[in-house]
């Protein structure tokens, strides 16, 4: 470090230049903040560094700085149908449907062959529990690009439609594409488990759990399957618990704790099923009914 003492002037101003550099360009967001003050002088180059930028911002969940940068954008280049569809994605996570759905087709009015806004529409009917149009959007989307996202999207729509088999395929097609997403393999477990498949099933959630060793929901169904489908209390038990430690005020905790209990009893069982609710197809909660074991 002391020989940095000799150095001559102009590589000393050399170095403090770049640590000025390394400094403004830390991050994303300081980088593309740069861009935009030296760029004011040239208009036609102004928008992509807003977008850039406002995309930085949505990384870090910076939304309402976002949103303006991409509105920024959009005075510059009206036609760029990569800023429709991001400032969508924002407003969906806010709950701003309707709105979003606006942008989304504005994508595709510019670009109709969009597989990202194809794909985020398709979120949107999800959310709103039209499961065809969702269907029909994400099929659309996985013609148009064979991604990862868009193939356990239209598995998910076929799950809530109860279409096990169709699932099973489309899952599968996105773990193909990305091994390492551990609710595409819990998802396809639940799947293989509606139709009676138990040990593909087990299988499945084993392999979320490589993935994620503190996921929720596969040591919730790891826990739920030994006891329903293996009558195995003692697994069943390791993982319910396992499920309650890591995350004790889940929404479905109470059922779990509930589950545990009645288990640990002698001479009754638990028969369980999933609610949906519907209007949105969504998961919601287990049914539970406590049977006394006759003789």
């Given at each position: 470090?002391?020989?940095?003492?000799?150095?001559?002037?102009?590589?000393?101003?050399?170095v403090?230049?770049?640590?000025?550099?390394?400094?403004?360009?830390?991050?994303?967001?300081?980088?593309w903040?740069?861009?935009?003050?030296?760029?004011?002088?040239?208009?036609?180059?102004?928008?992509?560094?807003?977008?850039?930028?406002?995309?930085?911002?949505?990384?870090?969940?910076?939304?309402?700085?976002?949103?303006?940068?991409?509105?920024?954008?959009?005075?510059?280049?009206?036609?760029?149908?990569?800023?429709?569809?991001?400032?969508?994605?924002?407003?969906?996570?806010q709950?701003?449907?309707?709105q979003?759905?606006?942008?989304?087709?504005?994508?595709?009015?510019?670009?109709?062959?969009?597989p990202?806004?194809?794909?985020?529409?398709?979120?949107?009917?999800?959310?709103?529990?039209?499961?065809?149009?969702?269907?029909?959007?994400?099929?659309?989307?996985?013609?148009?690009?064979?991604?990862?996202?868009?193939?356990?999207?239209?598995?998910?729509a076929?799950?809530?439609?109860?279409?096990?088999?169709?699932?099973?395929?489309?899952?599968?097609?996105?773990?193909?594409?990305?091994?390492?997403?551990?609710?595409?393999?819990?998802?396809?477990?639940?799947?293989?488990?509606?139709?009676?498949?138990?040990?593909?099933?087990?299988?499945?959630?084993?392999?979320?759990?490589?993935?994620?060793?503190?996921?929720?929901?596969?040591?919730?169904?790891?826990?739920l399957?030994?006891?329903?489908?293996?009558?195995?209390?003692?697994?069943?038990?390791?993982?319910?618990?396992?499920?309650?430690?890591?995350?004790?005020a889940?929404?479905?905790?109470?059922?779990?704790?509930?589950?545990?209990?009645?288990?640990?009893?002698?001479?009754?069982?638990?028969?369980f099923s999933?609610?949906?609710?519907?209007?949105?197809?969504?998961?919601?909660?287990?049914?539970?009914?406590?049977?006394?074991?006759?003789?």
């Amino acid at each position: 470090m002391m020989r940095l003492f000799f150095l001559s002037l102009v590589i000393l101003s050399y170095v403090v230049g770049t640590a000025s550099r390394n400094r403004v360009w830390s991050n994303d967001v300081t980088l593309w903040n740069d861009c935009i003050e030296k760029n004011k002088a040239k208009a036609r180059y102004k928008a992509r560094p807003y977008r850039i930028y406002a995309d930085s911002l949505k990384r870090e969940n910076n939304f309402d700085n976002a949103i303006k940068f991409y509105r920024e954008a959009m005075k510059f280049d009206p036609k760029s149908p990569l800023t429709y569809n991001n400032l969508g994605v924002i407003l969906e996570t806010q709950g701003s449907l309707t709105q979003a759905e606006l942008l989304y087709r504005q994508a595709l009015t510019i670009w109709p062959y969009y597989p990202d806004a194809l794909n985020n529409l398709g979120n949107i009917f999800m959310k709103r529990g039209v499961l065809d149009q969702a269907i029909d959007y994400f099929t659309l989307a996985v013609k148009l690009k064979q991604d990862p996202d868009y193939c356990y999207n239209l598995g998910s729509a076929y799950q809530r439609k109860e279409q096990w088999d169709k699932a099973i395929i489309w899952i599968q097609e996105a773990l193909k594409l990305k091994d390492d997403l551990e609710y595409a393999h819990n998802n396809l477990g639940v799947s293989y488990w509606r139709k009676g498949l138990y040990e593909q099933a087990l299988a499945e959630f084993r392999r979320a759990l490589e993935i994620k060793p503190d996921f929720f929901d596969a040591h919730a169904n790891l826990g739920l399957l030994y006891y329903s489908g293996y009558k195995d209390n003692t697994q069943a038990l390791f993982h319910l618990t396992r499920a309650l430690t890591i995350a004790p005020a889940h929404p479905q905790a109470g059922m779990i704790k509930g589950v545990v209990e009645e288990i640990q009893r002698k001479g009754q069982r638990v028969a369980f099923s999933y609610q949906r609710d519907k209007k949105s197809g969504q998961r919601s909660a287990f049914s539970l009914t406590i049977e006394k074991d006759t003789v």
